[in-house]
């Protein structure tokens, strides 16, 4: 299984990003999808996530800037971004809880990361 992430970029504060997040491989299913970050000299935190039924959970900091959405059909998971701030300045990474096929039991895999740079 792998997870691929993208739509990083450099974005002035008060713009706006939208991060996708995209499972490839010999999955069964997908149950929770989430992303995190990670700031330079930072521990890891998680920002956004969303059950396969469509429930959410976000970080106190993003509440209402943050969208997570995911497409069950692809695979996909989506952060979008809105009202962006240097602090939000962060390498965003993915992470998915994938049940393979002829496998009973499911594993955490993470995406390669997708850097969110805000300048002020």
């Known amino acids: 299984v792998q997870l691929q992430a993208s739509g990083g970029g450099l974005v002035q504060a008060g713009g706006s990003l939208r991060l996708s997040c995209t499972a490839s491989?010999?999955?069964?299913?997908?149950?929770?999808m989430n992303w995190y970050r990670q700031a330079p000299g930072k521990q890891r935190e998680l920002v956004a996530g969303?059950?396969?039924?469509?429930?959410?959970n976000y970080a106190d900091s993003v509440k209402g800037r943050f969208t997570i959405s995911r497409d069950n059909a692809k695979n996909t998971a989506y952060l979008q971004m809105n009202s962006l701030k240097p602090e939000d300045t962060a390498k965003y990474y993915c992470n998915a809880n994938v049940r393979r096929r002829g496998v009973p039991n499911s594993d955490f895999y993470w995406g390669q990361g997708t850097l969110v740079t805000v300048s002020s």
């Open positions: 969303i059950t396969s039924g469509g429930s959410t």
């Open positions: 491989g010999s999955i069964f299913s997908i149950n929770a």
